[in-house]
């Protein structure tokens, strides 16, 4: 480790001090939730899941993070280390963090619940409803779009990801509308931000209305997601936490980036009860119906038949990485950009939702994400060996 230098924090200054504070379990949850968080003595898989939470947090210099799960109306959640560092307050229960890509499922839900209503046709031309985007040559449907298999590309630069303006909705297309596809729509796995951010002008299109109003009126609302909202650096959020990164041995703050650009593929802020919340109602078949949930947890398939999708996963489907299949398959999407990295699992049949934040820009989250899952259920993550 080298020598501390003035305006940064070494990874032992900043973990002694963290390690020091208390966790704090989430207030206000129903009586029956309240006792799961509060202690951990009724369940040993969830402390040893602290240790672990506790020892990798010292050995990574993780600033924060709050983790969490549901079963039915239960919650267990916990706040860990710092929200912000230079002012020594504690990350909690309901400290709202950048939630990056696992906004792309809620997207996705947004997007059945309009097909569901006749509104969004899943195999029409995306320019239909975004008629600014211009011809590539190909149709690209609302389907491949949902399943990263549109062709449509991904950042080019590091400059793409860092971008300070604000951006509308048409802004945020036209930074990409001209660029050439990277295959032919339906042929190749890409994943991409862009093609959600295709699929939420469409939403407006066909809603008639922002897309984060959209989501406030039929994702976020009936899911009782109250904290969730679209991030602006201008506006005074609630229990908003510092972002951090790790630069040369020491912890510094994350640079300034407007995420709006991002506005239906990242974009969103909250914490990790309304995580939670989203992924119970989206168990208990509140936001979408049984023929759309279906298609959440089938895989897509290129033009050739081979399954789409990461390595170590079943496939990814509509918004979701899939473990297993049929109804019993485990969905998950993981989040990460400038101040966070964040996980959620959705196990649609045990009606267990997995969440995890973390204030910092190291992709070092999904195995704690994954251990609380096997703490919660008593079976370990289904993903795939290396």
């Not at 029956?32 to 210099?61: C, I, K, Q, Y």
């Not at 914490?271 to 992924?279: A, N, S």
């Not at 699992?345 to 820009?361: C, F, L, M, W």
């Amino acid at each position: 480790m080298r020598t501390m230098r003035t305006g940064g924090l070494g990874r032992r200054d900043i973990l002694t001090a963290a390690a020091a504070i208390p966790l704090l379990a989430l207030d206000g949850v129903p009586a029956a939730a309240a006792t799961a968080s509060r202690g951990t003595g009724a369940n040993p898989g969830l402390a040893d899941f602290e240790r672990r939470v506790r020892a990798t947090m010292t050995a990574e210099a993780i600033p924060g993070m709050t983790a969490g799960f549901a079963r039915g109306a239960t919650q267990w959640v916990r706040g860990y280390g710092y929200a912000d560092l230079e002012n020594k307050v504690p990350a909690t229960a309901i400290s709202a963090y950048r939630y990056a890509s696992v906004q792309k499922p809620m997207t996705a839900v947004a997007v059945l619940q309009l097909v569901e209503r006749g509104k969004i046709d899943l195999d029409a031309d995306i320019r239909d409803y975004v008629p600014y985007f211009p011809d590539k040559g190909h149709r690209i449907t609302p389907r491949q779009l949902l399943g990263h298999i549109g062709g449509i590309p991904d950042y080019a630069s590091e400059a793409d990801e860092h971008l300070i303006e604000h951006k509308n909705t048409r802004e945020a297309i036209a930074l990409f509308a001209d660029r050439a596809l990277i295959a032919e729509p339906g042929t190749r796995f890409k994943y991409t931000s862009y093609g959600y951010n295709l699929l939420g002008a469409a939403i407006e299109t066909v809603a008639g209305k922002a897309y984060g109003d959209y989501m406030r009126e039929h994702v976020w609302g009936p899911a009782g997601m109250t904290s969730t909202r679209m991030e602006d650096p201008a506006v005074i959020i609630p229990n908003r936490v510092r972002g951090y990164r790790f630069v040369d041995g020491q912890v510094r703050n994350s640079d300034f980036v407007d995420v709006s650009s991002r506005f239906a593929a990242g974009a969103c802020r909250g914490t990790v009860p309304d995580l939670l919340r989203f992924g119970t109602a989206l168990c208990e078949g509140r936001l979408i119906g049984p023929a759309s949930m279906a298609l959440m947890r089938t895989p897509m398939r290129t033009r050739d038949g081979k399954i789409a999708g990461f390595p170590r996963t079943d496939g990814y489907a509509m918004g979701w990485s899939v473990l297993g299949q049929g109804r019993d398959c485990v969905l998950f999407h993981d989040g990460g950009q400038q101040e966070t990295r964040t996980m959620l699992i959705v196990d649609p049949q045990a009606r267990v939702t997995v969440a995890s934040a973390q204030n910092y820009e190291r992709d070092i989250h999904p195995p704690l994400a994954f251990a609380l899952y096997a703490a919660a259920t008593g079976r370990a993550f289904p993903i795939k060996p290396a």
